[in-house]
């Protein structure tokens, strides 16, 4: 299996540069223009994400060296995400400036923002400890209560919630942590 794995890495890193190479051929590009890749994902019954609001996807095609993926059922239904994500993702980094990177070139993560998180910086490591129940974790602005559970609502959440705080959040339908924290926030006595 190893000698397989290693010609797998060489065809797809060839793969990367030929498109890196061929995309200084033109400015604007378009999915077709980046290596991309198809691979089977297999369910593991023993994961704690297994419980059904967890869809796995048969199928997920990725771009490499970019954190872009798209899952279906099918190989074509995973490019039609990819696709549909692909677009998304053009289009928000024109309308923020940024140019497409280049097809094959290593795109960093990109870390939601953290500007409502960090207002509330002391109440959320509270939160982290006493209704996470987890010594840290890191979360921005669009971290919601479904990040740090497998379970079929938040309800328990939502209940520690009330229980540690006082404060009733069930109506937050989002669940984003910066929102519930604002509502803590503001009904804390001073």
């Known amino acids: 299996m190893a000698p397989m794995n290693w010609i797998v890495r060489i065809t797809n890193q060839i793969r990367v540069l030929w498109k890196w190479c061929i995309s200084f051929l033109k400015r604007d590009w378009e999915l077709a223009d980046y290596p991309v890749s198809i691979r089977t994902q297999e369910p593991d019954p023993d994961s704690d994400f297994s419980a059904p609001r967890f869809k796995l996807n048969r199928y997920v095609a990725s771009i490499a060296n970019w954190h872009l993926t798209g899952g279906g059922d099918s190989k074509s239904e995973a490019l039609i995400n990819l696709e549909a ?10 309308k923020m400036g940024k140019p497409l990177p280049r097809p094959g070139a290593q795109v960093p993560i990109e870390f939601a923002p953290q500007q409502r998180i960090d207002a509330h910086a ?5 939160f982290i400890r006493r209704v996470l129940d987890l010594e840290s974790a890191w979360i921005s602005d669009e971290s919601s209560l479904w990040d740090f559970h497998s379970e079929e609502t938040n309800s328990a959440l939502i209940d520690k919630i009330r229980q540690v705080y006082g404060v009733e959040v069930s109506d937050i339908e989002s669940a984003k ?10 009904q804390k006595p001073a």
């Open 177 to 186: 942590l910066c929102e519930i924290l604002e509502r803590i926030a503001d």
């Open 85 to 94: 994500k692909f677009v998304a993702a053009k289009l928000k980094r024109k």
């Open 122 to 126: 002391q109440l959320a490591d509270d």
